[in-house]
T-cell receptor, first 110, second 113 residues
Framework: QQPVQSPQAVILREGEDAVINCSSS?????VHWYRQKHGEAPVFLMI?????EQKGHDKISASFNEKKQQSSLYLTASQLSYSGTYFC???????????FGTGTSLTVIP | DAGVIQSPRHEVTEMGQEVTLRCKPI?????LFWYRQTMMRGLELLIY????????DSGMPEDRFSAKMPNASFSTLKIQPSEPRDSAVYFC???????????FGSGTRLTVV
């Protein structure tokens, strides 16, 4: 049930944009996005529910395409603080348990 | 709000010993989750409780692993006997209900030698 994330790693210069994709082989009910910095716990960014909505959070936004069974996270005008590993978590039913992808390592350099 | 509290932060134990990890979820959160994180397998869901009742334990690796939630404010994950391949960071997370994100604890880094 683990979703697949791409790319596995990306390096950006400050101010550049990035897109992280998350796809599932099963129909999705909802998607979570988290960021984890080295040695710390994952921190919740946003949740997207079935319905194809898009959400924004400062310069980080996400979309959810239930027909394609995928979600994308958009980071705009990246800052050094955006560095970390990004995880998507997916749920295929109305239950509250989520299965996480393998993560995307994002490094922002000056 | 103190967040999700896990203890201990670090545990080093010898193969064959019993290990107990503890978690206190955020007050009012109905759902509690135990995850294991390794470089090879990423974040794996071990077990999910809702209102103190185990709902999904399909991720528990084998009979050596057990989890309990005797009340709304406490949960344990026990490994008996421990093996070197159990070495990982174990996270506890809680959530108020469906439709909300998880709050993770700081994790317990377990090393079995």
């Amino acid at each position: 049930q683990q979703p697949v994330q791409s790319p596995q790693a990306v390096i950006l210069r400050e101010g550049e944009d990035a897109v992280i994709n998350c796809s599932s082989s099963k129909a999705l009910y909802s998607v979570h996005w988290y960021r984890q910095k080295h040695g710390e716990a994952p921190v919740f960014l946003m949740i997207l529910l079935k319905g194809g909505e898009q959400k924004g959070h400062d310069k980080i936004s996400a979309s959810f395409n239930e027909k394609k069974q995928q979600s994308s996270l958009y980071l705009t005008a990246s800052q050094l603080s955006y560095s970390g590993t990004y995880f998507c978590g997916t749920s295929t039913n109305t239950g509250n348990q989520f299965y996480f992808g393998t993560g995307t390592s994002l490094t922002v350099i000056p | 709000d103190a967040g999700v509290i896990q203890s201990p932060r670090h545990e080093v134990t010898e193969m064959g010993q019993e290990v107990t990890l503890r978690c206190k979820p955020i007050s009012g959160h109905n759902s509690l989750f135990w995850y294991r994180q390794t470089m090879m397998r990423g974040l794996e869901l071990l077990i999910y409780f809702n209102n103190n009742v185990p709902i999904d334990d399909s991720g528990m690796p084998e009979d050596r692993f057990s989890a309990k939630m005797p009340n709304a404010s406490f949960s344990t994950l026990k490994i008996q006997p421990s093996e070197p391949r159990d070495s990982a960071v174990y996270f506890c997370a809680s959530s108020p209900q469906q439709g909300y994100g998880y709050t993770f604890g700081s994790g317990t880094r377990l090393t079995v030698v």
